[in-house]
């Protein structure tokens, strides 16, 4: 693709992770401190050196920074991978790697500060969720995804519709999401191990099949 044509988003993936954090380590104090719709362009390319001319070579506008921001702070979460739950082999081994995946997401806001501060940002704010729109269509659509292979499996119920299921389990990840969120940091690391594995269970409540619910 001819550099003229490149789109801002682009070039600045094509930038090391060490330049990129040039700009994202002030962004995500920013965004950590303010959320999403009173944070400062002015006061982040302050505190990255930049000028605001040069951000538009990189950011078409501030949610193209948060966007940025948020996407490298979930790279940060070990386990944070749907691909085992999609390949399990039967409903047991579905449901445990489910587990597994949640409770990698549950661990990492106990010890990532930055990010717990983000996801009450995201969570909190309207304009936030807007400026996410896409990766949380993609999310969306990766739930929709294990809950079809979950039903492949038997761990699913088959009886509601796929986009039903979907935005139901979405819907209560968003509350639990939430709550954790606010909940994580006052938590000891036991305590907060011990109440994912219960909240999962109100996750995954209405997607059992009637005959295991």
């Not at 600045?12 to 330049?19: I, K």
């Not at 969306?140 to 492949?152: K, L």
């Amino acid at each position: 693709m001819p550099p003229s044509h490149q789109t801002p988003e682009t070039r600045f993936r094509a930038l090391s992770p060490a330049e990129q954090a040039l700009w994202l380590d002030p962004a995500e104090a920013e965004f950590c401190q303010h959320g999403f719709a009173r944070a400062s362009m002015n006061r982040i390319l302050a505190h990255a050196g930049q000028s605001k001319g040069r951000s538009y070579h990189y950011f078409s506008d501030k949610a193209a920074l948060y966007r940025a921001t948020l996407l490298r702070a979930f790279t940060r979460v070990e386990g944070l991978d749907d691909t085992p739950v999609l390949q399990a082999q039967d409903a047991q081994e579905f449901w445990a790697r489910a587990v597994a995946l949640a409770a990698a997401l549950a661990a990492a806001l106990q010890r990532d500060a930055a990010l717990d501060a983000l996801l009450r940002g995201l969570f909190g704010e309207t304009a936030a969720q807007n400026a996410m729109a896409e990766p949380l269509q993609d999310l969306r659509a990766r739930v929709a995804a294990m809950i079809v292979a979950g039903q492949y499996k038997g761990a699913v119920r088959r009886d509601l519709p796929v986009p039903l299921l979907c935005e139901v389990t979405l819907g209560l990840a968003r509350i639990l999401d939430r709550w954790f969120a606010d909940a994580a940091p006052s938590l000891p690391p036991d305590s907060a191990a011990e109440q994912s594995q219960r909240a999962f269970g109100l996750l995954i409540a209405p997607l059992l099949p009637p005959d295991l619910a």
